[in-house]
């Protein structure tokens, strides 16, 4: 059984070193990614931040609450999802998967295109389709607070009737 255990810890690592594609994948939590002309990237995701296309994405990018703005004439070959952030495309600009947009729009110039599917959902309110769930548990337990403390305690009772 040890054996086994061993021989498994040591051919994992190995095995997804053949996976991974870090070289070219791009990840950003609070600063700007920027492809630099010239330059190919792969698999970008970005949260807080924007990501400015002035070389070629061969993978996928996704975003939170940042925008994507690709060059004129430059090329994303995957697909783009952003939830709260905005896409602008420059002239020639092509996006050759799907492009899904939640709480952002799209601003593309004349000849940009995107060969796939586009389905963007404009406003913010989107924005609180994360946290859904959270707000709808927090107002239950506030729901479960507020009856227990008003069972649980006994208010004054005013002399001569109501209070009134």
């Given at each position: 059984?040890?054996?086994?255990?061993l021989?498994?810890?040591l051919?994992?690592?190995?095995?997804?070193?053949?996976f991974?594609?870090s070289?070219?994948?791009?990840?950003?939590?609070?600063t700007?990614?920027v492809?630099?002309?010239?330059?190919?990237a792969?698999?970008?995701?970005?949260?807080f931040?924007?990501?400015?296309?002035?070389g070629?994405?061969r993978?996928?990018?996704?975003?939170?609450l940042?925008?994507?703005?690709?060059?004129?004439?430059?090329n994303?070959?995957?697909d783009?999802?952003s939830?709260g952030?905005?896409?602008?495309?420059g002239?020639?600009?092509?996006?050759?998967?799907d492009?899904?947009?939640?709480a952002?729009e799209?601003?593309?110039?004349?000849?940009?295109?995107i060969?796939g599917?586009?389905?963007?959902?404009?406003?913010r309110?989107?924005l609180?389709?994360?946290?859904?769930?959270?707000?709808?548990?927090?107002?239950?337990?506030?729901?479960?607070?507020?009856?227990?403390?008003?069972n649980?305690?006994?208010?004054?009772?005013?002399?001569g009737?109501?209070?009134?």
């Amino acid at each position: 059984m040890r054996r086994l255990l061993l021989a498994a810890a040591l051919l994992i690592p190995v095995v997804s070193l053949g996976f991974a594609n870090s070289g070219q994948d791009r990840v950003g939590v609070g600063t700007d990614i920027v492809i630099a002309d010239g330059e190919s990237a792969g698999d970008i995701a970005c949260a807080f931040c924007t990501v400015r296309v002035h070389g070629d994405v061969r993978g996928d990018i996704a975003t939170f609450l940042g925008t994507v703005t690709v060059d004129a004439g430059r090329n994303i070959s995957g697909d783009i999802a952003s939830l709260g952030g905005d896409l602008v495309m420059g002239e020639d600009a092509s996006v050759g998967g799907d492009v899904a947009i939640a709480a952002g729009e799209t601003k593309m110039a004349s000849g940009a295109a995107i060969r796939g599917e586009e389905t963007v959902l404009p406003g913010r309110i989107w924005l609180l389709l994360p946290v859904a769930p959270f707000l709808i548990l927090a107002g239950v337990i506030w729901l479960i607070v507020y009856v227990v403390r008003r069972n649980r305690y006994q208010f004054p009772a005013y002399p001569g009737g109501r209070g009134f």
